[in-house]
């Protein structure tokens, strides 16, 4: 017997890139249980798989950072605050400093849907019950036709686990002049923010601020305290992009508004941001 739960939740989270340096992604996660019957005459009830298999890949993956443990690219160093760690692609290198929970290290030698679904799997099985003998997770973007970027980013405000400093989405776009659907300003948007870090202006400070980490000539430095802790990234220049807000769905909606609104003034805007799937903010200008 097959049991499944289609669209079982969103894993919104960064990872590491040997080519593409650090980018968001967003996977919805189909779930099948395959097994026999229980005594209740059911190979799990959909209560237990929403609270057990939803939590455990909530904890697992979802809000953090994700690294190829088995990358030549990767070195990590853990100390009884905080994990460090660096990662050099081809975008430049990339430092990060943060508590144990913001990362997750996947043994792989690439982050993709399939060292994610392997790992998922592995670390899950354990937690279900004997007559569920295999666990099958599919991880997949959503199907769009839209226009959409990857984008990471923390939010140091947030008192829940958005509030890490390198987490991120895959996020449509949908921009408006005038009424009518913009292509050209579309793509230019996705094209601006593809495998962007977008960055607050208030949390960008001199390498001499940073206390665990080291910064190379061009790098920006963000650093900042959150309740979970001691968050510090370093980031190649051209890997990011400095907006003077916080990085919030509906800030970044209302930052591509008024920057529309400043070329051409003339006409009205209507923004559609997304955060990863099915939830965003509208900014109208």
Not at 118 to 135: G, H, R, W
Not at 136 to 160: A, C, I, Q, W
Not at 237 to 261: G, R
Request: proline share 3%; charged share 20%; net charge negative.
């Amino acid at each position: 017997m097959i049991l499944f739960v289609r669209d079982l939740t969103v894993i919104d989270f960064s990872y590491l890139c040997a080519k593409r340096g650090m980018l968001g992604e967003s996977y919805i996660v189909d779930v099948e249980l395959h097994g026999g019957l229980d005594q209740t005459s059911m190979v799990l009830d959909f209560a237990k798989v929403k609270k057990v298999i939803k939590q455990a890949i909530d904890q697992l993956v979802d809000h953090k950072l994700a690294v190829p443990a088995l990358s030549a690219a990767l070195s990590m160093d853990s100390s009884a605050e905080l994990q460090r760690l660096n990662f050099q692609s081809a975008r430049g290198r990339i430092s990060m400093a943060a508590p144990a929970q913001a990362i997750v290290a996947i043994a792989a030698e690439e982050i993709n849907e399939h060292s994610v679904t392997a790992f998922l799997q592995q670390q899950i099985a354990p937690l279900l019950p004997d007559n569920v003998q295999q666990l099958v997770f599919t991880l997949r973007p959503e199907v769009s036709n839209s226009f959409y970027y990857h984008y990471s980013h923390g939010l140091k405000k947030h008192d829940g686990n958005c509030q890490r400093i390198a987490h991120g989405h895959r996020s449509t776009i949908q921009i408006y002049t005038d009424g009518m659907l913009a292509p050209r300003l579309n793509k230019y948007w996705c094209e601006r923010w593809q495998d962007i870090y977008l960055g607050s202006t208030e949390d960008v400070c001199a390498p001499a601020e940073l206390q665990y980490l080291s910064a190379g000539a061009g790098d920006y430095c963000f650093r900042y305290q959150a309740a979970q802790g001691w968050f510090e990234l370093t980031m190649p220049a051209a890997h990011c992009e400095i907006v003077a807000c916080d990085t919030t769905v509906e800030c970044l909606a209302d930052y591509i508004a008024a920057e529309l609104k400043q070329l051409d003034n003339t006409k009205q805007y209507k923004v559609v941001a997304y955060e990863g799937v099915g939830k965003g903010a509208i900014a109208v200008s």
